[in-house]
């Protein structure tokens, strides 16, 4: 029986990189749908959905809803890849996906609702940790 009293250090795994980027892409995804269902509360926001648009974007015509549908599908997408590809390529496309979804997310800042920058800075702090994760990819020992 083992008991906890203080002496010596906690044990702790090492995680793959892959796995911390497919984590971090995930907790991405969860403050994108948390943020979007808020959204829902606003003032206005279903009686907008309910009329055919889509808040600043304008009409939700089929361009705005495949662009949307894109820009929400890359992350998801970038789950599994962060787990499946090869490491050069895995590295290259987190680190740019990365920097190209921490600009996205500084539109959060545009809004004047403070749940939307809330999740806006906890999306950014994640996103740099992708691209800050897949820079510092560990080399292997040839």
Do not use: H
């Not at 050069?88 to 996205?104: D, M, Q, V």
């Amino acid at each position: 029986m083992r008991t906890i009293n203080g002496a010596g250090s906690l044990d702790d795994l090492k995680i793959d990189v892959k796995i911390k980027l497919a984590a971090l892409w995930t907790s991405v995804m969860f403050c994108y749908i948390y943020a979007d269902y808020f959204g829902l509360y606003r003032t206005g926001a279903l009686q907008g959905m309910l009329q055919g648009r889509m808040g600043p974007l304008g009409p939700a015509t089929q361009g705005v809803l495949l662009a949307v549908a894109a820009v929400l599908a890359i992350p998801a997408v970038m789950i599994f890849l962060s787990l499946a590809l090869k490491p050069n390529p895995n590295r290259w496309l987190n680190a740019i996906l990365g920097i190209l979804y921490t600009l996205i997310n500084l539109t959060n800042f545009l809004s004047a609702w403070a749940f939307y920058i809330f999740f806006g800075i906890i999306e950014i702090m994640l996103t740099s940790l992708i691209v800050w994760y897949a820079c510092r990819w560990p080399r292997s020992k040839a």
